[in-house]
């Protein structure tokens, strides 16, 4: 019986963390200067599912590929590829998201700048993958990121659960 539920209560939870957006405040100081701070609602619990999703989908179509050798298999390369690109542009979006969710929490603070640095590898790979040639280095260099903001984010005490969506 909860099976059957399941979904429905999984898009619920995404529904209500989706419509809990940010707000933009601009302040303008006495000496003239204007500042924008960002702040997003439930930064943390948006962060862990953007990043789920993007690590959980990078390491399923992406990585695991990689080791497996399915990029060189002259009869499966092409689809492979076709689906790791595809993989590869959702990954990207949902990194750009969970960047958003961190860079408006205070704890999450330390995992910007590879977050960022993360986004700019995974451009390059799937620009790479588009075009029907894996960048294999930038595969492992996107993997050991991703081990980083791991390790980083736990540390601040938001464990990242991988999850992946279905191509």
Wanted: glycine share 8%; aromatic share 6%.
């Amino acid at each position: 019986m909860i099976r059957r539920f399941l979904p429905l209560l999984v898009v619920a939870a995404v529904l209500v963390v989706a419509g809990c957006g940010s707000k933009t405040i601009t302040t303008t100081a006495a000496n003239g200067q204007v500042s924008t701070h960002t702040t997003v609602h439930f930064a943390k619990t948006k962060f862990l599912l953007h990043a789920g999703l993007a690590f959980g989908t990078f390491h399923r179509y992406i990585y695991a590929p990689l080791k497996a050798g399915d990029f060189s298999h002259p009869l499966q390369h092409k689809a492979v590829v076709a689906k790791a690109a595809l993989a590869g542009a959702f990954v990207y979006h949902e990194v750009k998201l969970a960047l958003t969710d961190a860079q408006g929490s205070a704890i999450l603070s330390k995992v910007v700048s590879p977050l960022t640095a993360l986004g700019a590898t995974l451009a390059a790979v799937v620009l790479a993958l588009k075009h029907g040639h894996p960048n294999l280095s930038g595969i492992s260099s996107a993997n050991g990121a991703i081990s980083s903001i791991k390790s980083s984010s736990s540390s601040a005490g938001a464990n990242i659960t991988e999850h992946s969506s279905s191509f």
